[in-house]
């Protein structure tokens, strides 16, 4: 009985000891941004263009500060990012930052999605800074939320990662597509509770806490194909060998060995009337899909004796049949350690 009574007081404290840990990270995270709001020089509660009053600092980045403000003509809460260019900058760089900026502007003055973040306006401070102003987004990164819960439950991850998948596909949809490059949860993933998925510019990307009334979509994913090209119905299933069901193997010695016409469960592969079959069935009875995601294995399995243009010519094959039946579809796809010659030659990372 002792023993079950410090087990309970060792758990008690260890969860106070969590508990105080939060409340220290977010002391310290409230320091380091009233330190960073001090030193910023718009520290007195300017009004930016005669309409946008700077409440708070939100948070500093290398070359930008993003401000808490209040848009007096529209009465709404928004974001002000102020970006800043260096005075050691050369002025080959400035050109180039100045560059870079108006290109991510023009990209997203045009996006309208209800999952993207609006930019509502862009203007010049001075001659060395000036500001966009976006829709206001409350709460912390997802990096923060990690780092103060540790954990995240299944339901909450796969609803992050689906309004993710959302505005994503949004994204590539446009022409020309865009590409976001700073996707990262210390970096512009913001958690609101309460409310729908909103993403950034593209550079920055928010993700915003599912509702209770939060919207699914559906997604395909086809794994492991290993299309054989040689499997012959038929054929011996039972060979002894790490692949079988092929016209190298012979004929089997009972008909309860002979591979069939739709694959076989035994030591085989896909044939092609299988892979076939069911790429026509999911265009047939998915077409409401968003996307599909195929993530690699596509050779056989006869990994001691496929060569370099086995492998490639194996790749060519299963990519036009997956194009003749889900040309309607926009597919993500991804590499597996079979697709090497020799098999598992995978880069480390």
């Known amino acids: 009985m002792r023993t079950n009574s410090y087990k309970k007081e060792d758990a008690a404290l260890q969860l106070e000891m969590e508990k105080l840990e939060r409340a220290r990270n977010l002391h310290i995270r409230e320091l380091k941004r009233i330190a960073n709001e001090d030193q910023s020089r718009f520290n007195d509660h300017p009004v930016l263009n005669e309409r946008y009053l700077l409440l708070m600092l939100l948070g500093k ?6 401000h808490k403000a209040f848009d007096l003509k529209e009465q709404r809460y928004v974001a002000c990012k102020i970006h800043e260019l260096n005075k050691d900058w050369k002025d080959e760089k400035k050109a180039n930052y100045i560059k870079h900026a108006l290109r991510e502007y023009n990209i997203h003055k045009s996006l309208e999605h209800p999952r993207i973040v609006r930019l509502y306006d862009v203007f010049e401070i001075d ?5 966009t102003v976006l829709e206001y987004c409350d709460g912390h990164d997802l990096d923060f939320y990690l780092k103060q819960h540790k954990t995240m439950g299944e339901r909450e991850a796969r ?68 299309y054989d090209p040689d499997y012959q119905a038929g054929s011996n ?90 040309s309607a579809f926009q597919i993500y796809p991804a590499l597996g350690n079979h697709e090497a010659e020799p098999v598992n030659m995978c880069v480390r990372i």
């Open 159 to 226: 609803s992050i990662i689906m309004q993710i998948g959302s505005a994503l596909k949004y994204l590539n949809q446009i022409k020309p597509p865009v590409i976001h490059y700073d996707l990262k949860p210390e970096a512009g993933m913001s958690l609101v509770y309460e409310a729908e998925l909103k993403t950034g510019n593209p550079s920055v990307f928010q993700v915003r806490r599912e509702a209770k009334s939060g919207q699914t979509f559906k997604v395909i994913h086809i794994s492991d194909t290993h």
């Open 127 to 131: 001659a060395k800074s000036f500001c």
């Open 237 to 326: 299933a039972v060979c002894g060998r790490p692949l079988c069901c092929r016209s190298s193997n012979g004929s089997p010695v009972r008909s309860s060995e002979g591979a069939g016409k739709w694959g076989d469960y035994r030591d085989c592969d896909t044939p092609k009337i299988l892979l076939e079959n069911l790429l026509s069935h999911i265009a047939a009875n998915h077409q409401d899909a968003s996307y599909v995601i195929w993530t690699g294995d596509i050779p056989p399995h006869n990994v001691w004796s496929i060569t370099r243009e086995e492998a490639l010519q194996n790749l060519r094959d299963t990519v036009q049949i997956f194009e003749e039946h889900l």
């Open 61 to 66: 980045g290398g070359f930008s500060e993003v």
